[in-house]
C-alpha cells in the first residue's frame, strides 16, 4: 500500500527564512505525490504536484518540492517564509486500490514568527 | 468559475438526529471523495464514487452513507448521530485517471451534542 510520513508534526520558523518540511513515502510503484496547505477553518489547497515528468517541482506561493527516489523523500521547501504561509501543510500519495484517494500524512504545522 | 461546495459549513445536532451533508461540484468531475478530519489529525477516507451510480466504502469505517444520482452531486448521510461522529468532513472531486489532483471543498465541521 502507499503511504506517506511526515517528520515533524509542528515546525517554527522566522520570518524570511527557509522552510523544510519533510515527507517521505513508502510505494512499491512509481508513487504520484503532492502537498496542500490548509488554513484554518477552510478545506485543503494543492500547492504541488509529483507525476514523474520533472524530479523538481514548482507550485503556488513559491513553493517548491523535490522528489528523491534514492531517499524516497519528496520534501517541501521555500527560500524565504511570510507570515502568511502559516499553516497546516500535508503530503499525500495516490492510493492504486481506492480510486485513486489521497492517502495523507498526519500534517505538519508551520509557525512564522516575526 | 469552476469550484466545489458544501453545505452546511458548520452543524450542531443532537444525538439521533438523522443529517444529510451536502456537497456539489461544477468540474464535471467523475471522482469524489469524502474525507473525515479530526483536528489537528489526518484525513481519512470514508467513501468514494467512480461515477453516478457508483460508492464504495473507504478504509475508515463509518456509519454513514453516500448516494451518486448525478455526476455534480454526492451527498453524504448520517441516519443516527452520535458524539462519536463529532468531526470534520471534507469533499473532493478530481478528474479520471491517475496523478490528477483532487480539489476540496470548505468543509462542514459536524459538532453532536
Known amino acids: 500500500a502507499q503511504s506517506v510520513t511526515q517528520l515533524g508534526s509542528h515546525v517554527s520558523v522566522s520570518e524570511g527564512a527557509l522552510v523544510l518540511l519533510r515527507c517521505n513515502y513508502s510505494s512499491s510503484v512509481p508513487p504520484y505525490l503532492f502537498w496542500y496547505v490548509q488554513y484554518p477553518n477552510q478545506g485543503l489547497q494543492l500547492l504541488l504536484k509529483?507525476?514523474?515528468?520533472?524530479?523538481l517541482v514548482k507550485g503556488i506561493n513559491g513553493f517548491e518540492a523535490e522528489f528523491k527516489k534514492s531517499e524516497t523523500s519528496f520534501h517541501l521547501t521555500k527560500p524565504s517564509a511570510h507570515m502568511s504561509d502559516a499553516a497546516e501543510y500535508f503530503c499525500?500519495?495516490?492510493?492504486?486500490?481506492?480510486?485513486?484517494?489521497?492517502?495523507f500524512g498526519k500534517g505538519t504545522s508551520l509557525l512564522v514568527t516575526p | 468559475e469552476a469550484d466545489i461546495y458544501q453545505t452546511p459549513r458548520y452543524l450542531v445536532i443532537g444525538t439521533g438526529k438523522k443529517i444529510t451533508l451536502e456537497c456539489s461540484q461544477t468540474m464535471g468531475h467523475d471522482k469524489m471523495y469524502w474525507y473525515q478530519q479530526d483536528p489537528g489529525m489526518e484525513l481519512h477516507l470514508i467513501h468514494y464514487s467512480y461515477g453516478v451510480n457508483s460508492t464504495e466504502k473507504g478504509d475508515l469505517s463509518s456509519e454513514s452513507t453516500v448516494s451518486r444520482i448525478r455526476t455534480e452531486h454526492f451527498p453524504l448521510t448520517l441516519e443516527s448521530a452520535r458524539p462519536s461522529h463529532t468531526s470534520q468532513y471534507l469533499c473532493?472531486?478530481?478528474?479520471?485517471?491517475?496523478?490528477?489532483?483532487?480539489?476540496f471543498g470548505p468543509g462542514t465541521r459536524l459538532t453532536v451534542t
Open positions: 473532493a472531486s478530481s478528474r479520471e485517471g491517475a496523478g490528477n489532483e483532487q480539489y
Open positions: 499525500a500519495v495516490s492510493a492504486l486500490n481506492s480510486g485513486y484517494a489521497l492517502n
Open positions: 509529483y507525476t514523474s515528468a520533472a524530479t
